[in-house]
């Protein structure tokens, strides 16, 4: 059962209303900041160890990889068993994965190895929550206060992914790393502890939630169940268009790859510009959040996405084409709150068109396009610079996005025509269908 206050909240807050939810993302947003800080502190060591720049890829990699190998599993374990307590246990195994780099740090290890086995494991534990965590807020909110809850985690979400690295960087210097320098511990050491307790308090808050869920999927462990969520989805035209449009957008269309060059050789902003760039799609994104919060989408969901996707395109190619700094943020802003309508948008449908028994194996394929449109879509960015050009790289992947938003349009007319952000109206217009659209 959902824990409600018994006071009204505000207009645009009616998710926090909720105890569960108001302590799953003080504990997510928390978690968040360590992760992100952390993996500025990883990136530190292993290239002050290597001096390559292909081993800071090879950290990527290792954290990855583990979301392809196990994405059957992570999602059949998000159905099969209740979501807590899978949250507890791999963020349990996070905690003493970050101890170890801890160990690491204050042992003073030249070996890079070890460290990419860690990630390894770390890249597991996320593997397994990341469904499991995604699944679990339908239940901590009424559904009426869904679309709400999606927004607010978007913007928790989007703050952490920004102040976490910064955090990360400051602890290099604050003077707690000379007070624990006696100990063995300095820059990235100090990064792990406090990532250390970022996680145990995680544990804490997240063992206190009363919502109690069980196992939701009643069958028999098989391959038909343990591939359900994958045929669920190619049968369902509405979740199989809002999947695949994320990943296409992003393929061609993510230009934060690219961004050093930018600042370096085009804009002559240097590494202070190259920050403000990597920062100004967040900007847009929280802001966007806050508006939407205030101000939900209650109808026409997909009009609005494919309106969203089609604003992202054309903000990538005025960034491309800019050659002022502060055009380049403003277009950069514009990408970031119009991605920031999309991730609502697409988030709500994927598991409100989803049933709850099913909504572990969904995630985790939508997980793994997430993923794979943020890696791959980095890789096809330096790709495309590489034989045409940053500019050129840039306003070809907006022009892309663009094409992609039509084409989607007129393949997925059931995603163009969504409406209302309600479980009845996307559940029957998610009805699997034996016929798929085809060019």
């Not at 001096?51 to 800071?56: E, Q, S």
């Not at 145990?200 to 808050?205: A, C, K, R, S, T």
């Not at 084409?321 to 802003?333: H, P, T």
Request: with cysteine; net charge positive; hydrophobic share 55%.
């Amino acid at each position: 059962m959902t824990s409600l206050s018994p006071t009204p909240h505000r207009r645009g807050m009616e998710a926090f209303a909720s105890r569960d939810f108001r302590l799953y993302q003080l504990a997510r947003g928390v978690a968040v900041l360590g992760a992100e800080a952390q993996s500025v502190a990883v990136a530190w060591q292993v290239y002050s160890i290597t001096h390559r720049p292909l081993d800071l890829g090879y950290t990527g990699l290792a954290l990855f990889l583990p979301s392809l190998l196990f994405l059957l599993a992570a999602g059949h374990v998000a159905d099969r068993f209740d979501r807590q307590h899978v949250l507890l246990l791999t963020y349990g195994l996070q905690t003493i994965c970050s101890m170890a780099l801890v160990a690491i740090a204050h042992s003073g290890s030249r070996n890079v190895y070890p460290i990419y086995a860690v990630l390894f494991v770390i890249g597991t534990g996320r593997a397994f929550s990341g469904p499991a965590g995604t699944s679990l807020i339908p239940q901590l909110v009424p559904e009426k206060h869904f679309v709400n809850a999606v927004t607010w985690g978007g913007a928790i979400f989007q703050f952490a992914n920004v102040t976490g690295p910064a955090i990360g960087g400051v602890l290099f210097t604050l003077p707690l790393g000379h007070l624990l320098s006696g100990w063995g511990l300095e820059g990235a050491g100090i990064v792990y502890v406090v990532n250390v307790a970022a996680l145990v308090w995680y544990l804490v808050l997240v063992s206190n939630l009363h919502t109690r869920l069980g196992r939701v999927e009643q069958q028999a462990t098989s391959w038909k169940v343990v591939l359900a969520g994958f045929h669920y989805l190619r049968r369902s035209s509405l979740l199989l268009g809002a999947i695949s449009l994320d990943l296409f957008v992003m393929l061609l269309g993510g230009a934060v790859a690219l961004m050093p060059i930018f600042a370096q050789e085009i804009l002559h902003a240097g590494p202070t510009g190259l920050g403000m760039l990597r920062a100004a799609p967040a900007v847009g994104s929280v802001l966007m959040s806050l508006v939407l919060a205030r101000f939900p989408l209650h109808r026409r969901a997909g009009r609005s996405l494919f309106i969203a996707v089609a604003l992202f395109g054309v903000a990538t190619v005025v960034f491309g084409l800019s050659r002022s700094m502060w055009i380049s943020l403003a277009a950069l802003a514009i990408s970031g709150a119009a991605d920031s309508v999309s991730v609502v948008i697409r988030g709500s449908l994927v598991q409100l068109a989803t049933p709850p028994e099913m909504r572990g194996r969904v995630s985790a394929v939508n997980s793994l396009f997430i993923g794979a449109s943020n890696e791959l879509g980095a890789f096809e960015s330096g790709l495309t610079a590489q034989w045409w050009g940053a500019v050129r790289a840039t306003i070809l992947g907006g022009l892309g996005a663009l094409a992609v938003s039509g084409l989607w349009a007129a393949l997925f007319p059931g995603l163009r025509n969504a409406d209302e952000l309600t479980a009845e109206a996307m559940l029957a217009q998610a009805a699997p269908q034996e016929t798929l659209p085809t060019l």
